[in-house]
């Protein structure tokens, strides 16, 4: 690498590695809970209680793996092998998803989760070593967000092949686009392998560490009878099987992190404690966050008004890019007034003479004339919306912290966290408002109340997520980076199985203002906590970077 270089070589392969490898994932999350409530066009035509929590369930293991993942590569495989498999791994599984097979279906969701297990924690990993230099180290959360903006270029493209495939040819097609997304990424990781060899640096066992062995005997088996235990106990206690089996499954690696802190030496222990904090708070901010995939995808399909600007009706028309409802009676599955399918005695969708359901709550005066029609934003295409902020934001928050870098006002990370944590919870608010401005649904929703929700939540995200990763990055002690990353993950998978069970919760309430409310009241209060932490925290900081 040049040594006047701003950036390591490195950046752009494993920028674009990781833009390929969350095409694959996003367009999966934006199309997931409507392929499994679908009863029209060849989905499971699931309820949608199911559909939240397989959905937060998934997630929430696609960030558990990585716990493994980053320990398995820490001791013995080395970051480079485990993205290579991870990612092939997750490329067959997408693929398997085109299969309609409710055995393949798992068989397909369990290997993506154990491929992100291997790809995801250590391709964040290997960026931060990059970083270490002594050449680039300062640039290290501006590296984080420009590998962050990565991750949301391929979010945003996603889902318009996936709404065009889904439009053209079926659900299968988009799943079988996202694997090939993944393999895509596998190529560009393996053709810049020369860039970042040096970094992949395995960190084997020091006096005092805990062995291999002993790891998965007091934490994995652990975790798989305490999870079975969860799975089978009577009178569920968190509302599900999956649920119950996940928070069990939980305990032991909790647990194993607080034993870290334990055993930690004198000069390690600060820093993990820190850490743990942070991972603790960041919980909630997950649980809000990633409902964009559960219920604020229920929002836009049914709560939104989606019909399309008229300039741009030709064009999505001709790129099949738009849905297209008809005023017609004809024979449709019947809904309730939730939106929810209505089924018979053996779980099948009940057919009606009615409108397609859109029009249930079209305003009069927008409602077309019998047998007129009109062309409508697919579903998928809001999430979107997220990355498409964060791309456009990206380079906004950067140079502002540059500018307070050289004027030596730049604040630190953790700082950084919690007014990220402030500004996402504003977002909830966006979502309160439309709520009031249609009436609680009678009528639909300007798609500006949604998009303003998803703006302010990215302002906040940027603040936080990639902030994230710079912090384990900084201050993990060297021989703990890979399995603190795990950390950071394990925090994220149990704030998107939060995410999932709130999300189960939509059809509860009346008023769907409260619902939003709820959010409010957890964004807010983990920003209070961190607050609270805040001089330590930044202590520790100082004293360890």
């Not at 209505?342 to 009069?364: C, F, H, T, W």
């Not at 934001?393 to 990370?413: G, I, M, N, Y």
Request: aromatic share 14%.
């Amino acid at each position: 690498m040049s040594s006047n270089r701003k950036h390591p070589a490195a950046l752009p392969f494993l920028f674009f590695s990781e833009m390929w490898e969350r095409f694959g994932f996003y367009l999966l999350l934006a199309i997931l809970q409507m392929y499994l409530t679908d009863a029209e066009t060849g989905g499971w035509a699931m309820d949608r209680k199911t559909a939240v929590d397989i959905f937060g369930t998934f997630i929430a293991f696609v960030y558990l793996t990585p716990f493994v993942g980053g320990l398995l590569a820490d001791r013995k495989i080395g970051y480079i092998q485990s993205i290579i498999w991870g990612g092939i791994l997750m490329g067959i599984g997408y693929i398997g998803l085109s299969v309609h097979n409710l055995t393949v279906f798992y068989a397909s969701l369990a290997l993506i989760c154990i491929g992100n297990g291997f790809f995801k924690p250590n391709i964040s990993t290997l960026l931060g070593n990059v970083y270490n230099d002594d050449r680039y180290k300062e640039l290290k959360d501006t590296g984080y967000n420009i590998f962050y903006m990565g991750i949301n270029l391929g979010a945003f493209i996603c889902t318009f092949i996936a709404a065009y495939l889904r439009n053209t040819i079926g659900w299968g097609a988009a799943f079988i686009a996202a694997g090939i997304g993944m393999f895509l990424g596998v190529i560009i990781f393996v053709i810049g392998l020369k860039h970042y060899r040096h970094a992949d640096v395995r960190k084997p066992e020091q006096p005092g560490d805990m062995s291999l062995n002993s790891i998965f005997a007091q934490v994995f088996i652990p975790v798989l009878v305490v999870g079975a235990i969860g799975w089978f106990i009577p009178n569920n206690i968190f509302g599900t099987d999956s649920t119950d089996a996940f928070i069990f499954a939980c305990l032991p690696i909790v647990y194993f992190f607080a034993n870290l802190l334990r055993k930690a030496g004198a000069t390690d222990k600060q820093p993990v404690k820190a850490l743990l904090a942070i991972f603790a708070v960041s919980i909630l901010f997950w649980a809000v966050f990633k409902q964009n995939g559960t219920a604020l995808t229920t929002w836009a399909q049914y709560y939104t008004d989606r019909e399309m600007p008229a300039p741009l009706v030709a064009p999505a028309k001709t790129l099949l890019l738009s849905q297209t409802v008809t005023n017609k009676l004809d024979t449709v599955v019947s809904y309730d007034q939730e939106f929810r399918v209505i089924k018979d005695a053996a779980g099948q969708p009940v057919k009606e003479l009615g409108r397609p359901v859109y029009l249930k709550n079209v305003a009069p005066e927008k409602m077309p004339p019998e047998g007129g029609s009109l062309s409508l934003i697919n579903t998928e295409l809001f999430q979107s919306v997220n990355p498409f902020f964060v791309i456009i934001l990206t380079p906004l928050v950067v140079a502002f912290f540059a500018f307070l870098r050289r004027r030596k006002k730049e604040p630190s990370t953790p700082t950084k966290i919690a007014w990220g944590l402030v500004i996402s919870s504003l977002s909830t608010f966006m979502m309160v408002a439309a709520v009031i401005a249609c009436g609680n649904g009678t009528e639909k929703a300007s798609f500006w109340w949604l998009f303003g929700c998803y703006g302010v939540i990215t302002a906040g995200e940027l603040l936080l997520s990639p902030m994230g990763l710079s912090l384990v990055s900084k201050l993990s002690p060297p021989r703990l980076t890979s399995l603190m990353m795990g950390g950071w993950f394990l925090a994220t998978s149990m704030g998107n199985k939060l995410s999932g069970v709130l999300a189960a919760t939509w059809d509860l309430y009346e008023n769907k203002a409260n619902y939003f409310l709820v959010n409010f009241v957890l964004l807010i209060f983990s920003a209070g906590i961190i607050f609270i932490m805040l001089r330590w925290l930044n202590r520790v900081f100082k004293a360890n970077t």
